[in-house]
């Protein structure tokens, strides 16, 4: 039973407009979210995190939003690049991360076209 | 260095084989981790190291054997794997709160003829 769900195998968008990135969960205990991309043949990098006490967080370009009563989150690019296109995991950890232990969604494949 | 290094980026063995997976970080992280990945899978965690000390072990099979030598490396023994062990296996660390985010390194392509 999947407790982190991409439900968006792929998406495709043009430079310079917004790309929307879905992540659902189950599993109430969650209270940390983290996104990641990874390019081929490299190990995922770090890119956002957010708290269960935020709706909130933006570094940048990136933003992420939590709906912790929907069990949703979301990962906005604005405006998109064609360097953007990895695939984007989104991870989620209970105890406030503090057990260490991470649960990855299956990821989606973003295509940013020039 | 803000880098996890892992060694070999490929490596093919056979199922009576002996090899080991290497892993390295010097960002001072007290908590190293192996996950494996399948292709269109996500990665799923297999051990984590936290202060040299192994604190978890999600009930990996024992034809894996991580191995913390010291603060900074982590290995992998791999001992008569099977076709279905092919993978990539990814190492990561983090600081002792993961709320920092892991730090992955690139990953050993792992082939088991």
């Known amino acids: 039973d999947q407790q982190v769900k991409q439900n968006s195998p792929s998406l495709s968008v043009q430079e310079g407009r917004i790309s929307i990135l879905n992540c659902d969960y189950t599993?109430?205990?969650?209270?940390?979210f983290l996104w990641y991309k990874k390019y081929p043949a490299e190990g995922p990098t770090f890119l956002i995190s957010?708290?269960?006490?935020?709706d909130k967080n933006e570094d940048g370009r990136f933003t992420v939003f939590l709906n912790k009563s929907a069990k949703h989150l979301s990962l906005h690019i604005v405006p998109s690049q064609p360097g953007d296109s990895a695939v984007y995991f989104c991870?989620?950890?209970?105890?406030?991360?503090?057990?260490?232990?991470?649960?990855f969604g299956k990821g989606t494949l973003l295509t940013v076209n020039p | 260095d803000t880098e996890v290094t892992q060694t070999p980026k490929h490596l093919v063995m056979g199922m009576t084989n002996k090899k080991s997976l290497k892993c390295e970080q010097h960002?001072?992280?007290?908590?190293m981790y192996w996950y494996k990945q399948k292709a269109k899978k996500p990665p799923e965690l297999m051990f984590v190291?936290?202060?040299?000390?192994?604190?978890i072990n999600e009930s990996v099979p024992s034809r894996f054997s991580p191995e913390c030598p010291n603060s900074s490396l982590l290995n992998l023994h791999l001992h008569a794997l099977q076709p279905e062990d092919s993978a990539l296996y990814l190492c990561?660390?983090?600081?002792?709160?993961?709320?920092?985010?892991?730090?992955f390194g690139s990953g050993t392509r792992l082939t088991v003829v």
């Open positions: 990561a660390s983090s600081q002792e709160r993961q709320n920092y985010g892991y730090t």
């Open positions: 599993n109430s205990m969650f209270d940390y």
């Open positions: 957010i708290s269960s006490i935020k």
């Open positions: 991870a989620a950890s209970a105890d406030g991360g503090s057990n260490y232990k991470l649960t």
């Open positions: 960002m001072g992280h007290r908590a």
């Open positions: 190291y936290s202060y040299e000390k192994l604190s």
